[in-house]
């Protein structure tokens, strides 16, 4: 076969292919995960989670202080020159961009924690009681 033929060939095969490749992932056969592992979550859980999120937030602020401090000295001895207003503008995009990071860190990741693990303890009130009317002692 030359090399045109094989070439032809493989293009083909790969047209072909690109058509028909498309594949969902399943689980196995047997219902469990593909590692074994499954996730067990509480809300006890994700209240650790969203406390973690608050000690992430809490650093990232101490850090971005620290870092504003020493720019805002920086910029301070830029004045007088044609980069100091440049150097305004970076810190004021710099302080928008922190508290846009702050607040997500805040609301969106900590508070929708919060939010679930609020809606997995009455879940679970309501398992736990539905257990017990099930079961009288």
């Known amino acids: 076969m030359s090399f045109d033929e094989m070439w032809g060939k493989a293009r083909s095969d790969a047209a072909a292919r690109q058509y028909s490749s498309m594949q969902l992932n399943q689980l196995p056969a047997d219902g469990g995960s593909a590692s074994g592992k499954k996730l067990v979550t509480d ?8 406390t973690n999120s ?17 720019t805002e000295q920086v910029g301070a001895s830029l004045k007088g020159f044609k980069s100091g207003p440049k150097f305004s503008t970076f810190m004021t995009r710099w302080r928008g961009q922190m508290k846009y990071v702050e607040n997500l860190l805040k609301n969106d990741i900590a508070g929708t924690l919060r939010t679930s693990a609020d809606e997995y303890a009455l879940r679970e009130q309501k398992e736990k009681a539905r257990h017990s009317n099930q079961n009288p002692k």
């Open 43 to 50: 809300s006890g859980f994700l209240r650790r989670r969203a």
């Open 54 to 70: 608050d000690s992430v937030r809490d650093d990232f602020m101490k850090a971005d202080n620290s870092a504003t401090k020493e």
